[in-house]
């Protein structure tokens, strides 16, 4: 079955950093490519980026309303994503979810979720 | 960017009633376009990719169509445990964009 759990998320002050980590199992992870996805209070989905598997390149793609504070990465090693986040914003509140989805099928949309993990900045 | 609209946002509706949401994209987005349920306190879940492809294990209660820019998800005949939001995803270009999303809550 496959299980992706976030961690790391918590309490931070505005313009401090963060990592959160994705451990998967449960499926060959250097097989696919991670995405993270946000879901502030009350809104809607909001994608910030993925990490192509290393057939694929193992490049990245960011959403711009991100691009330079955040950035994604992977170890295939262990089977985790990260996603470090620098320069905190109180808009940057909200749920952050781990996903996956086929390096060559990407077109199925992200096929597993995480459970999320809460990030809350607020001084 | 490509901007996806949903419609309605918000919909209230009875068990056994067939239920139609609308997702329109700002550009052509081919059929590279998926939809998800998500439960309050729960992460989505993929039910239908590439604008009518039906995941596994989805009901076939549900149905997506559409092309281009205007798609439609499909609940054939509400069960109860379809009250939720139901979002739009366009995977054509980067940004991977989502719609505004559609709650369905239990009239």
């Known amino acids: 079955e496959v299980h992706l759990v976030e961690s790391g998320g918590g309490l931070v002050q505005p313009g401090r950093s963060l990592r959160l980590s994705c451990s998967a199992s449960g499926f060959n992870f250097g097989d696919y490519a991670m995405s993270w996805v946000r879901q502030a209070p009350g809104k809607g989905l909001e994608w910030l980026g993925f990490?192509?598997?290393?057939?694929?390149?193992?490049?990245?793609e960011n959403a711009a309303s991100v691009k330079g504070r955040f950035s994604i990465s992977r170890d295939d090693s262990k089977s985790i994503a990260y996603l470090q986040m620098n320069s905190l914003e109180t808009e940057d509140t909200a749920v952050y979810y781990c996903t996956r989805s086929e390096s060559a099928s990407w077109y199925k949309g992200l096929d597993s979720w995480g459970q999320g993990t809460l990030v809350t900045v607020s001084s | 960017d490509i901007q996806l609209t949903q419609s309605p946002s918000f919909l209230s509706a009875s068990v056994g009633d067939r239920v139609t949401i609308t997702c329109r994209a700002s550009?052509?987005?081919?059929?590279?376009l998926a939809w998800y349920q998500q439960k309050p306190g729960k992460a989505p879940k993929v039910l239908i990719y590439s604008a009518s492809t039906l995941q596994s294990g989805v009901p076939s209660r549900f149905s997506g169509s559409g092309s281009g820019t205007q798609f439609t998800l499909t609940i054939s005949s509400l069960q109860p445990e379809d009250f939720a939001t139901y979002h739009c995803q366009q995977l054509k270009s980067y940004p991977l964009t989502f719609g505004g999303g559609t709650k369905v809550e239990i009239k």
């Open positions: 990490i192509r598997s290393k057939a694929f390149g193992g490049t990245t």
């Open positions: 550009q052509d987005v081919s059929n590279y």
